[in-house]
Every structure is written in C-alpha cells, then in structure tokens.
C-alpha cells in the first residue's frame, strides 16, 4: 500500500487528506443525521398535546425546544401559539430554515470532494505522463518496459481519485435524500401543530351575544303580533 501511494506522486497527498475528511463528514452525519436525534415520536405528541390544552409554561417548551431537532421548530411555534395564525406560521418556518442549514452541516464540503477527487487524480496523470514523456525524450524509446511502469504509475493517481470520489458521492446523495425526507416530515408536523392549535384557539372564544339592534328589532315584532292577536280577540268578542 505504500508503494502503491509512493508511485502516485505528490499528488497522492492532497488526495489523502480528501479521503480523510470525507470519511470524518460520513461518520459525523450518520451520527448527526440519526431518526432519534431529528424527529422524535415522544416530542412530536407532548407538542400535540400541549397545543390541544393550550396550556403552555416557560418549563414546558424549554424542556421540549432541548430535544430533538424537529421540537425546536415545534417550540417555537408553541411559543407564538396567542399571535396570529399566519405570525405563527412564518416562526415556524423560520425556525425550520435555521433547522435545515444545521442538518446539511458539511454536505457542501462533502460534495465538493466528490467533485475535486477525480480532477486532482487526472491531475496526478497528467503530471506522470509529462515525466514519462520527459524520459522518453532523454533516453528514447529502447526500453518498452520503463515506459509502460512510467504509464502505469502515471495512471495512479486516477485510480485513487475516483477511489476517493465515488464514495464521497454516493453518501452525499444519500444524506441530501435524508435531509429531504426529515424536511418534508417536520413540514406536516408543523402544519398538523398550527391546525390543532388553531382550532382551540376558536373553540376557546365565548360565543357571540345578539347585538342591541338584533334585540330591539325581536323585542318590537314580538310586540306587534301581540297586538295584532289582542285587537283580533277583540274583534271576536264584539
């Protein structure tokens, strides 16, 4: 193995700290990235039923916003649950930007190994092949067998390259879909939270009293059908 990264020249350097970094990021993220750090069943339903009660505490969302992921965004709508719906909504959103941008942490980095891996790995050949062809033009074409070993070390680099950039790749789009997934989840808990909070909200308003207007507009038709029963006895009677 050391022979193998030996031949590949200085370029092999630069591609093993690539290499080191991608499998740091791949760890870090299956860590960072696992279900019961992001969305938690138990968070999820004492938000739900916090929202149904409507009786929210300072204690209470400070115990859910130091949870999961996901019940910090739900916090914080709680936290709004007297403002408006649409005031409501908006901090929840914004509370879940700040929530996407800590679950793509080091995705960009990540991304950019997978693309730089195979340009430096061609890098590396070029290089080899310029010293090949250096050698040829020194000492000629006599020797076939040192020009195929040039040619092979040359091509190393490329090998390495892409041994470093197809994993980087592939973990990259898989932790983006990750990322989408628990995106588009926290989007349905979140909607779910403002409609249950919503609709105690309205079921808590008294209900409206008929206005004066309403009542001296009955008060006086009541009236006249009693004098219209009354002068109609009357008529009767005589």
């Known amino acids: 193995m050391f022979e193998f990264f030996k031949a590949g020249g200085i370029v092999m350097w630069p591609l093993l700290l690539c290499s080191v970094i991608a499998m740091a990021i791949i760890i870090e993220r299956f860590w960072a990235l696992r279900p019961s750090k992001i ?8 938000a ?17 916003n130091n949870s999961s ?15 408006p719906r649409h005031i409501m909504k908006e901090n929840i959103e914004e509370a879940g930007r700040h929530a996407v941008h800590g679950m793509e942490r080091y995705l960009n980095a990540l991304g950019t190994i997978a693309t ?12 080899g092949m310029v010293d090949v062809f250096g050698s040829i033009n020194k000492a000629g074409l006599g020797n ?14 490329t090998v390495a ?74 008529g009767q009677e005589a």
Do not use: C, W
């Open 116 to 127: 730089i891996a195979p340009l430096l790995g061609l890098l590396g050949t070029v290089l």
């Open 144 to 157: 076939p067998a040192l020009l195929a070993g040039g040619i092979s070390e040359a091509l190393i680099t």
């Open 39 to 46: 969305i938690s069943a138990e968070d999820i339903d004492r």
């Open 69 to 83: 992921i996901m019940s910090k965004v739900l916090a914080t709508g709680l936290a709004s649950s007297n403002a």
């Open 48 to 64: 739900r039923k916090m929202a149904a009660s409507g009786k929210i505490t300072e204690p209470m969302l400070e115990a859910l």
């Open 161 to 234: 390259g892409l041994i470093v950039a197809i994993p980087a790749l592939i973990f990259h789009r898989y932790f983006k879909g990750r990322v989408d997934n628990y995106v588009v989840r926290m989007e349905q808990e979140a909607l779910k939270l403002v409609e249950i909070t919503n609709n105690n909200r309205t079921n808590a308003l008294p209900p409206k009293s008929a206005s004066p207007s309403a009542t001296t507009s009955a008060a006086e038709s009541a009236l006249q059908v009693a004098r219209a029963n009354a002068a109609r006895l009357r």
